[in-house]
């Protein structure tokens, strides 16, 4: 079983859809969980933090359910410019992140 | 946020040639800087942990005497790719470490 597993995509959406992405970790003893994105040809930028409470940042939302270790990512309302691959990733101490391959979504006028 | 910069962005070389990419934090010092390797369509894969004045940590699967890192200040962290091959060719990322980590912009390599 892969440590961090992501559906590839693509999702294909229009301009103002919304869309969540998925993403299951192997590792209970994680500690950290994040949604970086990567442009394609780029290095990967953090989105954001994900906290078992939930937390949102503008049009975008993550939550994170430590019993089945399952991370999610909603973005509403999306622009041509979330046009990316979305990377989930698991870090269980120090430093050391785990990278999923990646859901990529395709934002069409 | 921090700065991590990578030279060179693009590479081709032959193969059997030696090549070496730097990663440099640019505002900030990082005792600890992280390799990655990047295969199309795949995720990122580290390679291997860069520690200022001490040896690199390799991880498993990743030849030490073929990836060589050196990390000699607190500001650069270098890989050297040897006697490279086609099956080396990929996106290596470099990442620092204050806080959070950040990545530098990428160095894209090609053998021939």
């Known amino acids: 079983r892969k440590e961090v597993e992501q559906d590839p995509g693509p999702f294909n959406v229009p301009e103002g859809a919304t869309v969540a992405f998925n993403c299951t970790y192997s590792n209970s003893a994680s500690q950290s969980f994040f949604w970086y994105r990567q442009d394609c040809r780029k290095e990967p930028k953090l989105l954001m933090s994900?906290?078992?409470s939930g937390n949102e940042d503008g049009r975008f939302t993550a939550q994170l359910n430590r019993a089945s270790q399952y991370i999610s990512l909603l973005i509403r309302d999306s622009k041509l410019s979330d046009s990316a691959t979305y990377l989930c990733?698991?870090?269980?101490?120090?430093?050391?992140?785990?990278f999923g391959k990646g859901t990529m979504l395709l934002v069409s006028p | 946020g921090a700065v991590v910069s990578q030279h060179p962005s693009w590479v081709i070389c032959k193969s059997g040639t030696s090549v070496k990419i730097e990663c440099r934090s640019l505002?900030?010092?990082?005792?600890?800087m992280f390799w990655y390797r990047q295969f199309p369509k795949q995720s990122l894969m580290l390679m291997a942990t860069s520690n200022e004045g001490s040896k690199a940590t390799y991880e498993q699967g990743v030849e030490k005497d073929k990836f060589l890192i050196n990390h000699a200040s607190l500001t650069l962290s270098t890989l050297t790719v040897t006697s490279a091959h086609p099956e080396d060719s990929s996106f290596y990322i470099c990442?620092?470490?204050?806080?959070?980590?950040?990545f530098g912009p990428g160095t894209r390599l090609t053998v021939l």
């Open positions: 505002d900030f010092q990082a005792t600890t």
């Open positions: 994900v906290y078992s």
């Open positions: 990733v698991v870090s269980s101490g120090y430093s050391t992140l785990t």
């Open positions: 990442s620092a470490w204050p806080n959070e980590q950040f």
